[in-house]
């Protein structure tokens, strides 16, 4: 048969995650659709390293609180991803019988939608994850994947071996084939941890795809299950050893710190390099106001902020008041947010749509230990005239200070 659409490699990127852990940021939306960086969404980097890659095809897959990710998206213009042949698609599990069939793990989810990959008959298979901050050209990872002769290639981060046991590793030999995985091991043997980027010969994935639904006993994940039936299998699996800025921000306290990072002038993260520039859906604002009585240091302010208080070490997205007599520091401030007069924000994410009213606190003070937990206000939510939310505390809407 011959496929007028044929693609050598596309791209599946799993946006479906609750990201409970990310607690109330995600009570309304996805975590690949949470905010980052003053105007980017988490999602913002797949699909960025997508098109500067030349990956003009990708399957988004989504399921929990999908509303926002997808109106974010939409026909993929921004990213460069509005193609008449290929470009960016919403997968939403679907009923395919009497009864429709959430994405039970990972794997399944791609076992889903083999109908929609088998439209470009690709060569290749690109997996990702869609909460990890990171630039990482994908065409590099294919050209070893190549080159090894692999069935599957798993993208790999050094981490310090002290952490290692928080991540899939991956032991390999001096040429980096793999021959071992252990998850979350209590004792690594390697500090080579996966990032949760694959690339599959899409025959060879295919197949264990399948003999994986089978599997009445299967989790359906590609860590726990298909990986290490490969594996078992005889594929050969390489690691790709990737060396530049990566961070899993699935996790309030990692959120936090990819925010800060963006402050930091020894970390290797340009968002707006232009040979890798991290695209994104914008509203048009108007240009930030910064009061004669502002007070600014070390921070990242966006179109349509109005400053007229202390901000030091900060994020703030669009729209964000930051009124006289103010203070906010060591935080991230997501687009609408209001600190009115006399209040106080310190270590703190503060969703869209916030008010922390005057002499409100949020965050200040030291535990015991004298660290700083990262204190979050959900979307919408109100820190009443001169209550206060205790470091580390999270506030929803429905509860309110």
């Known amino acids: 048969m011959?496929?007028?659409?044929?693609?050598?490699?596309?791209?599946?990127?799993?946006?479906?995650?609750?990201?409970?852990?990310?607690?109330?940021?995600?009570?309304?939306?996805?975590?690949?659709?949470v905010s980052y960086g003053g105007k980017y969404r988490i999602i913002d980097f797949p699909l960025s390293n997508c098109a500067n890659s030349g990956i003009d095809t990708v399957g988004v897959l989504t399921q929990y609180q999908p509303l926002e990710l997808n109106a974010y998206i939409g026909s993929g213009q921004p990213w460069n991803l509005d193609r008449l042949h290929g470009g960016v698609f919403i997968l939403p599990p679907y009923t395919t019988g009497k009864d429709g069939v959430w994405y039970?793990?990972?794997?399944?989810?791609?076992?889903?939608?083999?109908?929609?990959?088998?439209?470009?008959?690709?060569?290749?298979?690109?997996?990702?994850?869609?909460?990890?901050?990171?630039?990482?050209?994908?065409?590099?990872?294919?050209?070893?994947?190549?080159?090894?002769?692999?069935?599957c290639t798993?993208?790999?981060?050094?981490v310090p071996l002290s952490e290692a046991g928080r991540f899939g590793i991956m032991n390999t030999d001096p040429d980096f084939r793999i021959y071992e995985f252990e998850e979350k091991p209590s004792m690594p043997k390697n500090d080579l941890a996966s990032m949760g980027v694959y690339i599959f010969n899409w025959k060879t994935l295919r197949e264990f795809l399948i003999l994986d639904?089978?599997?009445?006993?299967?989790?359906?994940?590609?860590?726990?299950?298909?990986?290490?039936?490969?594996?078992?299998?005889?594929?050969?699996?390489?690691?790709?050893?990737?060396?530049?800025?990566?961070?899993?921000?699935?996790?309030?306290?990692?959120?936090?710190?990819?925010?800060?990072d963006i402050l930091d002038p020894s970390v290797p993260l340009e968002l707006d390099d232009p040979p890798w520039r991290i695209?994104?859906?914008?509203?048009?604002?108007?240009?930030?106001?910064?009061?004669?009585?502002?007070?600014?240091?070390?921070?990242?302010?966006?179109?349509?902020?109005?400053?007229?208080?202390?901000?030091?070490?900060?994020?703030?997205?669009?729209?964000?008041?930051?009124?006289r007599g103010a203070q906010v520091s060591?935080?991230?401030?997501m687009e609408g947010a209001v600190i009115e007069e006399g209040a106080r924000v310190e270590y703190a994410i503060l969703a869209p749509g916030t008010r922390v009213c005057a002499d409100?606190?949020?965050?200040?003070?030291?535990t015991g230990d004298g660290s700083h937990p990262i204190?979050?206000?959900?979307?919408?939510?109100?820190?009443?005239?001169?209550?206060?939310?205790?470091?580390?505390?999270?506030?929803?809407?429905?509860?309110?200070?």
Not at 6 to 22: C, H, P, T, V
Not at 360 to 366: H, P
């Open 2 to 33: 011959t496929y007028a659409n044929k693609k050598e490699m596309i791209a599946m990127l799993l946006a479906g995650g609750q990201g409970s852990r990310l607690g109330v940021l995600t009570d309304h939306v996805a975590k690949p659709a």
């Open 104 to 151: 039970k793990g990972t794997a399944n989810a791609i076992y889903q939608n083999m109908p929609f990959i088998e439209l470009y008959d690709p060569d290749y298979i690109l997996v990702l994850s869609g909460d990890h901050v990171y630039k990482m050209n994908y065409e590099m990872m294919l050209d070893a994947h190549k080159e090894s002769g692999a069935d």
């Open 154 to 158: 798993i993208a790999a981060l050094r």
């Open 213 to 260: 639904e089978a599997d009445p006993d299967s989790a359906n994940d590609f860590g726990k299950n298909v990986l290490p039936a490969m594996l078992a299998a005889g594929c050969r699996m390489y690691a790709y050893e990737f060396k530049g800025y990566w961070k899993d921000v699935g996790t309030i306290e990692s959120l936090w710190e990819a925010n800060m």
């Open 279 to 323: 695209y994104s859906r914008n509203m048009v604002q108007p240009p930030q106001y910064i009061g004669a009585s502002a007070v600014l240091r070390n921070c990242s302010i966006t179109e349509g902020c109005q400053i007229e208080g202390e901000v030091e070490n900060s994020i703030l997205f669009p729209s964000v008041v930051v009124k």
């Open 330 to 333: 060591n935080s991230v401030l």
């Open 360 to 366: 409100g606190k949020v965050g200040c003070g030291r």
């Open 375 to 401: 204190s979050v206000l959900g979307q919408g939510a109100v820190v009443e005239k001169g209550a206060e939310v205790p470091s580390g505390s999270i506030l929803s809407a429905e509860k309110g200070a």
